[in-house]
């Protein structure tokens, strides 16, 4: 491919809503281009890579034994009223009408879809297991589309999903799948981790993310490097020790007038954070209840509505909280609350707190000197792990401290049970010629994300350092004298030469100062950079140099050996 043929548009600037280096190189290194948020035109460059990021999926899915198929976007709202997420998907899943007023969803996701299909083609056991997956574009109404291709309204996903006979069954096709991504995220150069993940409302322990740890990423994941746990922070557990608080005197109302956060009034007190009961009123299915945890923790609401058994929880709002408390949000606290029925509970750690402080439940006051046990309603089963982890708490497996991190997810693998099978009646019979309900397992993996997380993880200030494997072209020929027949000719014949060795190659063929090529090749990132120059061929040969290292270590190669040291040094990156 010739440069001057490409489409190739380089920019200087970084676009003024980037915030991530990965987002301002991808539209820099003109890979892609905005055509509104949240909505990315893939230009060639881009594509090259989001193709080779596909290969490498579809390879591995292929090695793992699942098949490639592919549904249709528009999915009947029929399906999903069917699963019941018709409702629950909420202004996230994009609707749509025909002309004959049926209503259609864009597919987020395909569960409902693929276990129709499933359904009407499996009958008997014999035909199980079996795993389908697609590469299919997918729609999601973001509240806060950004980062470019990490968060966006349109993006491309491959998503698997396994049947089985039995639990024990879906296991294997779990593992199977757990193991392709591990190869898939290896082979794009990239290093994730799988992390434990929350399960939402299925339940059990099967559900992990595949993290790429960046400072960008929007998750958070509490890491052990005493037993190698990792889970994100939705669900990091941590061990809490017995407590041993000396007795209390008698609660003491005191006046706090205008504090209102914690950190307002532990200024005030002049005490630490740490001696307060922060209490937070939440409204959950509709019913208010109250929650305290450490003074200077956040309360976790995905582990509050897993306690709680809710499908839905939130804080509640200014009239809630005042009919639940008999005051404002900034003065509520777990003793007397005017809804004497008000349900409260409280974070492990505050099991057997005496002497701590809390909201008085009366404007601009606090009460000091509480016990729990003694002074409040809440009961030994009220008590449950209702916090995020934070760096420095200690492993709930092995006693270690916890670090945090930042990751992106790129993938998620899903053990679904029979969720779906059950609403679709997707039954199988097994060899006593008996109906037995399909056990699925879903597996997502954002493939335009991961082709921005290459290069969040992969970049350095002059721009992206593509891995061989996924880069749009590995290799960029600068040909310094484009003009000098000669010396065009060295660079068409190296062009077919390492073609036919099956490397993708790009020949900077404009008529360009060779620092203007240079700095273009460094934002685009090839891999390998060779430069054919009639002054080196004069001194008799091609400058071959990889992407990830300097100047100096430049090789100097005759023309007729540069396919070989090409090919080697590409198969090390
Ligand atoms: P997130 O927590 O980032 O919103 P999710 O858990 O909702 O993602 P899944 O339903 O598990 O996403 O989708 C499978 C994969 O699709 C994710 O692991 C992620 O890589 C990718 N993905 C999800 N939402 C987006 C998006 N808006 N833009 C780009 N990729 C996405
Ligand atoms: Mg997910």
Redesign the pocket.
Known sequence: MKWTKSLIQTLREDPGDAEIDSHKLMVRAGLMKKLAGGLYTYLPLGMRALNKVQRRVREEMDRAGALEIVMPILQPAELWKTSGRWESMGPGMFRVKDRAQHDYAMSP?AEETVTEVVKGIVSSYRQLPVTVYQIQW?F?D?IR?RFG?????E?L?K?AYSFDTSLEAADASYMAMFDAYRRVFARCGLKAYPVEADTGDIGGKFSH?FHVLADAG??GIAFCDGCGYAANLEKAERRVAARDDAPCGEMETVPTPGAKTIDEVSKFMGVPGSAFVKSLVYVADGRPVMVCVPGDRDVNEVKLRHFLDAKKVELADYDTVLAATGANAGSVGPVGPADATLRIVADQELRGARGCITGANRDDHHIRNVDLDRDTAIKAGDYADLVVVRDGDICAKCGKPLVIKRGI????VFKLGTKYTDAFRAVYKNDSLEEKTMVMGCY???V???VQAVIEQSHDRDGIVWPASVAPYQVCICLLDPDRAEVAGVADELESALESAGVDVIVDDRSERPGVKFKDADLIGFPVRVVVGAKGLEKGGVEVKLRREDKSKTRVVPPADAVAAITELLAGC
Do not use: C
């Not at 291709?149 to 309204?153: D, G, I, N, Q, Y």
């Not at 997810?409 to 998620?412: A, R, Y």
């Open positions: 996701t997918k999601r973001e589309p291709l990490m968060r966006s309204k993006f996903m998503d993310e929007e998750d997810e790129v993938g998620h997502g993996i954002g335009s994300r991961t």
